[in-house]
């Protein structure tokens, strides 16, 4: 009997180890990465080259790597925003990228090329705006924070992005109450359908954690405001390996972090039926 009560113990300490490293499988992907190869001007690689990544806005350094020997580096598990990456190895003059976007889920590819010269003289590039994303098979759209904070929206809900992507369908302009206190009392239900599945398989996650109220799953439990969000992507088919749990949309919103400078915003909020248009 003691020996059952021992093989009891032990197999609930295992399913309670598989448990909690279950709760992890679903946390969403909030990071980027920065991927690329460090060439010399004849096209060869270059190993041993130093690489460093400084947020732009912030101006602090964030990673620091060195090229294998193949010239190739990478550095994973990077907060969206704007960077600064430098290379610099001996014999080179020091290379510097400025303002490269690392957006949501991303993996962006920076290659660059050192020009043979002394490495106090540096090679000052103005990033180009990158539109294709061909480093992953996901379908999906970004919508960023500077849409969320310019585009038209009703009682300053950013739920209503969502439907600025492919394949989806809704009917939140009859929501009056969306993102708000409804005085009826009913549940502020979000009708949205990706790629024709029910509105009831969408996640929403804030900052890697599922918002989705999973009681219902038509509702949400926070309306970050729109001040506050820094990007949020929808992803539609190919999921990668994080995503789970839906099979509709998954919505993946991360906030702002700030800069090094100090910023604020303000806003006033009116409705009121007189101020509506005469209907003849």
Request: proline share 2%.
């Amino acid at each position: 009997m003691k020996s059952k009560g021992i093989l009891c113990l032990a197999v609930l300490a295992i399913a309670g180890l598989l448990a909690c490293s279950a709760t992890f499988v679903f946390g969403q992907e909030i990071t980027g990465s920065f991927l690329g190869t460090v060439r010399d001007p004849s096209g060869a690689a270059i190993p041993g080259a130093v690489v460093t990544i400084t947020d732009a806005e912030k101006k602090l350094l964030v990673r620091t790597v060195v090229t294998d020997g193949e010239g190739q580096f990478s550095a994973p598990l990077i907060a969206v925003g704007t960077y600064d990456i430098a290379a610099e190895a001996k014999g080179f003059k020091k290379h510097v990228a400025l303002g490269i976007k690392l957006d949501l889920n991303q993996r962006r590819a920076v290659d660059i090329t050192l020009e043979v010269g002394n490495i106090t003289e540096t090679v000052t590039v103005v990033a180009e705006a990158n539109t294709i994303e061909a480093s992953m098979p996901l379908a999906s759209t970004l919508i960023t924070g500077e849409q969320a904070r310019e585009l038209s929206l009703n009682n300053r809900n950013w739920v209503q992005l969502v439907a600025l992507a492919a394949g989806v369908s809704n009917d939140l302009a009859d929501q009056v109450y969306v993102g708000t206190t409804n005085p009826e009392g009913q549940a502020n239900t979000i009708n949205i359908s990706v790629n024709g599945a029910r509105s009831s398989q969408n996640t929403f996650t804030v900052d890697g954690a599922d918002i989705t109220d999973r009681g219902s799953n038509i509702t949400i439990q926070a309306y970050p405001s729109v001040d506050s969000i820094g990007e949020f992507k929808v992803l539609r088919s190919l999921y990668p390996a994080e995503s789970g749990r839906s099979g509709g949309g998954q919505v993946n919103i991360v906030t702002r972090s700030g800069t090094a400078k100090y910023h604020g915003s303000a806003f006033e909020f009116l409705r009121n039926e007189v101020l509506n248009a005469a209907i003849s």
